[in-house]
């Protein structure tokens, strides 16, 4: 008997992952790259470990690159939507891995069926448990221009899922053979030996180590390309060094790594390097020559880093690592591609560098359980950013990095803001499980919550359930048992478990197989004396989302005393060293959604916090402090650039404002931007609020809109509450605005408007444009239908505007809306606009259709035509300055003329590479205009009254449209369009038909200025 318990305790002592069987795989491969042709040529020598119970009868290779190419999953995948980035690629562009042979140890050949991206291998001879099987491939691999991980940019190769690769067999189904439908992987240990040849000029960094480093690398070339010659930024260009130091055509470099899942490389003629050391590890950055100067402590940084990950995680086991200056961010074993520059490429190496503790080391199934890499990873990047720059915040991210970034850019802490990315989707709906497949995804965007910011809150709720040493020893015992294994969620709860002596069912069942949220909230607090002295506190706590968490409270009290309460949900708690530990709340669903912790205190309770932290994933903190103020708001100056949002508080965000108009020459103010948890979807009590003066004039104005959730129609419906005495017009609504989609991404999705508002003008000598007197009340509707058919997106509008009772102008405006727009060839655009609109003739000016532009009542909205003289007035009276809408015949400025029908057709032919050329030409001119592209467009159509004909006019010409990027984002969306309307059917009198002219269009989505 004591012999069983010994053997059974000993089992329980073996680590989890020692209990499990792993196959392995070992390549040896040489590959010849063709510069010319763009292909690899390659010879694979596969020696594959059976250490399975199994008896295999066939082997299973990836051919990832396969996806590239017309007709593939990938392909179908992305023109379900909308997207024929893939289809229409020439020949010569698609991406392939083509085998040619597959030949036993002995030589025996064996035929092989490829599906897509997946190359299946029936053996002669199985292969039994225990036994090792040797296998041949020849392959060549082309190098597309669709795949964003493979590629060649100037000469630059950056080589990855290149070779047939291996597919995984393991004990939770067998082979893996998910088709690559453009996410992740998954690849089998092993030692990888690799020769790689190609032209000498070429520098390479690659998995693994250099083993003829002497031969390809010397000393002498080392010194050459060291990265510390290349501080200025205008050193002379080197003219193919590796070539020179190699004397001949091309140089075979040479790889060797052990325990690694994958291999990949990168080779470039101008790459600099440099070098730095952490204990046994040699990190070298490999930076192109353009960006040496701005990549000197790309390798200083990664030693940090590493060491951080060691000291907090486990050890880097392998003995260098690789950082290549890539236009991109992507992650293999041994080696990162990343762009950028310093400092800001902080963020992007703490990531990729990262992800060589999960995903190269603990080596998840990543295709089928994306969170385990992401997440962990996005973990650890969080706590060494949250660590080592504390500061960085969101200021270094953007290029504006002078005093005035340094004074009003806010410090955003990586932690909360992953937190926010989560929450602001969680409020509306949108999420999907977080152990979901990486290609059962609905889109990108539900990709990254569900792979990147909710697990790693999820895993920081998991610290704050089981305290901060306990989850870092988790951290700690899953890298040891896992290293070099491929663990399943199921495995990382196994190892808390074991670590905390909990149970944590309830915990991962809720956060990762459901949508739960949290939403926990104190009700009311009271103190009442004891008897024997002291205080008899009651804490009243409210439960209102499906998730269930323990809680801390943070309880100050009238002595100045702070006392710490722990509130469990099981006989489970974290170590509580002086805190108190109330009985469970162990409710679930309607069960005990309130609970009262009794305390007895030496006095009276004067605050209580719950979650002090902000790490419980609470969708509503504003009821987590108690006295609850009635409107928590936290006030910070709005520099225009970025903001750092508040968990706990709403944000209030104030800058002064400027604007000019011939009535109050200078008009100063102060602009508020407010919200809880804004999104660009919802926004908690949006606040959008301004109060202005006129120095000429003297006259104050106002504008205010407010903005919340209504969700009775919807998780994106609002109530909208707008109040305006702005520019001579007194504008007041209020209504519904509610948008439905499945997806944030892509169509289809339906808008739907309903505005109750009232209107007057107190003031014309603000209007540049006609308007009538007398106060209107108005109802507003609109249905706004978006959908994609091929590659051509498509809205249809629908807008109803009718008088109500006591209305000054009895009328009603009805009109459609039509808009097509899809690719023209490679790089062109075509937009088509389709216009009809019907009132009647007591509609006063404001709201008629005019033929050049767009009504009074819209130009109201936007703040640069809203009053006179804010832009040039004689342009406007002379037709130079026009808002896109109405019948839009652009060419019609100077005779634009209203009516109560409208019809009207509008043809746009665009194309990017004229202004390419312009950018290239004058870089400078990219800090301050974003050319979009250069076009054609084609206008027909006609306003009239009843009683009037329809008269066909028609105008053509040839445009530019800009994006206004010295703008600062806060004020939204900027662009400006120089359009040049050289035909008029009918032009005024003065004019032949054909002739030069010029309008000015500047469109924004602009808040209120």
């Known amino acids: 008997m004591k012999r069983k318990l010994a053997f059974i305790f000993i089992l329980i002592s073996i680590p989890t992952a020692c209990l499990a069987w792993q196959q392995r795989a070992d390549h040896a491969i040489q590959v010849r790259l063709d510069t010319k042709t763009r292909t690899l040529s390659g010879h694979l020598r596969l020696t594959y470990h059976n250490n399975s119970p199994d008896t295999l009868n066939r082997f299973y290779f990836h051919l990832y690159q396969n996806a590239f ?52 291998v029936p053996l002669d001879e199985p292969v039994l448990p225990g036994e090792v099987a040797r296998l041949e491939l020849d392959f060549e691999t082309h190098v597309g221009r669709a795949s964003y991980r493979m590629k060649e940019n100037h000469g630059q190769y950056v080589i990855t899922q290149w070779y047939p690769r291996t597919c995984v067999y393991d004990e939770h189904g067998g082979w893996h053979v998910d088709q690559h439908l453009g996410h992740e992987f998954y690849g089998e240990f092993g030692t990888y030996d690799v020769q790689i040849t190609l032209p000498a000029e070429y520098v390479v960094g690659a998995t693994g180590v250099l083993v003829n480093r002497p031969e390809v690398l010397p000393d002498s070339l080392v010194a050459e390309l060291d990265i510390r010659n290349f501080k200025s930024g205008n050193h002379p260009k080197t003219q193919a060094p590796g070539q020179r130091h190699a004397g001949k055509r091309t140089k075979t470099w040479i790889f060797h790594a052990e325990n690694v899942h994958d291999f990949a490389w990168t080779a470039d003629p101008t790459f600099r390097i440099g070098v730095a050391h952490w204990q046994h590890v040699t990190v070298y950055a490999l930076a192109r020559e353009r960006k040496a100067a701005k990549w000197q402590d790309a390798a200083q940084v990664g030693a940090e880093v590493i060491a951080f990950y060691s000291k907090h995680i486990g050890r880097y086991p392998y003995p260098t690592m690789t950082i290549a200056d890539v236009d991109e961010g992507m992650e293999y074993p041994m080696i990162v591609m990343c762009g950028g520059e310093s400092p800001s490429y902080r963020y992007l190496f703490y990531h990729e560098i990262g992800h060589n503790w999960f995903y190269g080391v603990v080596a998840n199934n990543e295709t089928r359980n994306p969170h385990m890499d992401e997440g962990f990873t996005q973990l650890l990047h969080t706590m060494a950013m949250d660590s080592l720059i504390p500061d960085f915040g969101n200021r270094d991210a953007y290029r504006w990095k002078g005093w005035y970034a340094r004074h009003f850019f806010p410090k955003q802490n990586d932690r909360l803001y992953r937190q926010f990315l989560y929450l602001q989707h969680a409020k509306i709906g949108y999420e999907q499980k977080v152990d979901t497949h990486s290609d059962k995804t609905l889109e990108r965007a539900m990709y990254r919550l569900v792979a990147y910011n909710k697990p790693t ?270 520019a001579g017009r007194e504008v007041h609504s209020v209504g519904l605005e509610a948008t439905y989609r499945k997806l944030l991404q892509y169509p289809p999705w339906t808008q739907v408007h309903l505005i109750v508002q009232s209107s007057k003008l107190y003031d014309p000598a603000y209007l540049a444009v006609p308007w009538e007197p007398g106060r209107d009340y108005t109802l507003r509707a609109s249905a706004v239908r978006g959908w994609r058919w091929r590659t051509v997106n498509q809205t249809l509008s629908v807008r109803l505007t009718t008088s109500l009772l006591r209305s000054a102008h009895q009328y009603t405006v009805v009109s459609a809306e039509y808009l097509a727009h899809g690719p023209l060839g490679r790089s062109g655009e075509v937009t088509l606009r389709l216009f009809g609109g019907r009132a009647q003739n007591t509609t006063p000016a404001q709201e008629r259709f005019f033929l050049a532009g767009a009504s009074p009542v819209q130009e109201y909205t936007n703040p640069l035509y809203r009053s006179a003289g804010t832009l040039p007035q004689r342009w406007r009276r002379e037709g130079h300055v026009l808002l896109s809408g109405g019948a839009n015949l652009r060419g019609y400025g100077p005779q634009n003329r209203s009516g109560t029908r409208a019809a009207a057709a509008n043809l746009t032919l665009g194309h990017r590479k004229p202004l390419d050329l312009l950018v290239r030409a004058l870089p400078v001119v990219s800090s301050f205009v974003q050319p979009k592209q250069a076009y054609f467009f084609a206008d027909a159509g006609d306003v009239w009254t009843e009683g009037t004909h329809f008269r066909l006019e028609a105008d053509a010409g040839i445009g530019l449209a800009l994006g206004l990027g010295f703008v600062p984002p806060r004020l939204g969306r900027w662009a400006l369009h120089l359009d040049f309307p050289v035909y008029v059917r009918r032009p005024v009198a003065s004019e032949k038909p054909v002739v030069f002219r010029w309008v000015v269009r500047v469109e924004t989505r602009a808040g209120n200025l």
């Open 457 to 726: 809150t999820v895993l920081y709720a998991l610290q704050y359930t089981l305290g901060r040493r306990v989850f870092q020893r988790v951290l700690q015992t899953y890298f040891h048992d896992w290293k070099f294994r491929h663990p399943y969620p199921r495995d990382f709860q196994r190892v808390a478990e074991k670590v905390s002596g909990w149970d944590l069912d309830w915990f991962f069942d809720q956060w990762w197989e459901t949508t739960w949220t949290c939403d926990y909230g104190i009700r009311r607090v009271r103190n009442r004396p004891a008897p024997s002295g002291g205080t008899d506190v009651a804490i009243t706590l409210e439960r209102k989302g499906l998730a269930v968490m323990p809680l801390d409270l943070r309880l100050t009290l009238a002595d100045g005393s702070v006392r710490r309460v722990i509130v469990p949900i099981n006989r489970f708690h974290k170590p509580a060293r002086g805190a108190l530990v109330t009985a469970p709340w162990d409710g679930w669903f309607r069960l005990d959604a309130t609970k009262t912790v009794r305390l007895h205190l030496p006095s009276p309770v004067r605050k209580v916090e719950l979650d002090p932290s902000l790490r419980l994933p609470d969708t509503n903190r504003l009821d987590n402090v108690w006295p609850r103020h009635p409107f928590p708001i936290r006030v910070r100056f709005d520099n225009m650039f970025v903001t750092a949002p508040d968990l706990d508080r709403y944000d209030l965000w104030l800058r002064p404002s400027l604007m000019i108009n011939s009535v109050d020459g200078l008009r100063i103010g102060l602009h508020a931007d407010g919200s809880y948890l804004e999104s660009p979807f919802s926004a908690d009590k949006k606040l959008l609020a301004g109060v202005h003066a006129g120095v000429k004039s003297r006259n104050l104005q106002y504008s205010v809109l407010f903005r919340t959730p209504w969700r009775t129609f919807g998780g994106l419906a609002n109530f909208v509450l707008r109040s305006a005495r702005l």
């Open 69 to 120: 190419k017309p007709g593939s999953h990938l392909d179908r995948l992305r023109r379900a939507y909308g997207n024929f980035s893939i289809a229409k690629l020439p020949p010569q562009d698609w991406a392939w891995i083509k085998v040619s042979s597959i030949r036993t140890e002995s030589g025996q050949s064996l035929r092989g069926k490829v599906d897509d991206t997946i190359l299946e």
